[in-house]
T-cell receptor
Framework: GENVEQHPSTLSVQEGDSAVIKCTYS??????FPWYKQELGKGPQLIID?????GEKKDQRIAVTLNKTAKHFSLHITETQPEDSAVYFCAASYNFNKFYFGSGTKLNVKP | NAGVTQTPKFQVLKTGQSMTLQCAQD?????MSWYRQDPGMGLRLIHY???????DQGEVPNGYNVSRSTTEDFPLRLLSAAPSQTSVYFCASSYSRVKVSEQYFGPGTRLTVT
């Protein structure tokens, strides 16, 4: 099956700085890559996603890039704010039924 | 809409006991799934369903059963609880199984098996 690796496991940044989280996947058939934000005591919530026919997607302060050749994709958060503090998960799917998640990145934005 | 609801929020079981985790959605979503979340391991897919009467195994199905008799409900059954099943369980749903659509997660059930 698919194997998704995520780095770093923890990330601490100063408010206003940028944060980058990276994921790699193993199955070249994977074609959909969502990112989720999980706040304490809650379920994950989709923040942005990208399909394999697109190299980059942006939504305000959040962007995702995909390199199919290298099988890696990244989440970029600019102008970080304290409310961005949470655990972020990447995932990969090749048929929209089975999703494989990374191990998560705990982002701490210091005021 | 209530979205995806899960009950109970917390549960403590003894080894060997059985129980059912409930999941319901009121969005008429076709696809539903169950995940377990363990520290440092992200979310792992247990079982999923692409419609009423149709279920399939995910990454870690052993020790769990599911059924989908209605579009709204997707219960997860633990047949004989083991300490290794101590985890946080999330149910999720999405509109379509054949095209990209957002997965909505429930608030989770924290299960402890002693």
């Amino acid at each position: 099956g698919e194997n998704v690796e995520q780095h770093p496991s923890t990330l601490s940044v100063q408010e206003g700085d940028s944060a980058v989280i990276k994921c790699t996947y193993s199955d070249s058939a994977s074609n959909y890559f969502p990112w989720y934000k999980q706040e304490l005591g809650k379920g994950p919530q989709l923040i942005i996603d990208i399909r394999s026919n697109v190299g980059e997607k942006k939504d305000q302060r959040i962007a995702v890039t995909l390199n199919k050749t290298a099988k890696h994709f990244s989440l970029h958060i600019t102008e970080t704010q304290p409310e961005d503090s949470a655990v972020y998960f990447c995932a990969a799917s090749y048929n929209f039924n089975k999703f494989y998640f990374g191990s998560g990145t705990k982002l701490n934005v210091k005021p | 809409n209530a979205g995806v609801t899960q009950t109970p929020k917390f549960q403590v079981l003894k080894t060997g006991q059985s129980m059912t985790l409930q999941c319901a959605q009121d969005m008429n979503h076709e696809y539903m799934s169950w995940y377990r979340q363990d520290p440092g391991m992200g979310l792992r897919l247990i079982h999923y369903s692409v419609g009423a009467g149709i279920t399939d195994q995910g990454e870690v199905p052993n020790g769990y059963n599911v059924s989908r008799s209605t579009t709204e409900d997707f219960p997860l059954r633990l047949l004989s609880a083991a300490p290794s099943q101590t985890s946080v369980y999330f149910c999720a749903s999405s509109y379509s199984r054949v095209k990209v659509s957002e997965q909505y997660f429930g608030p989770g059930t924290r299960l402890t098996v002693t």
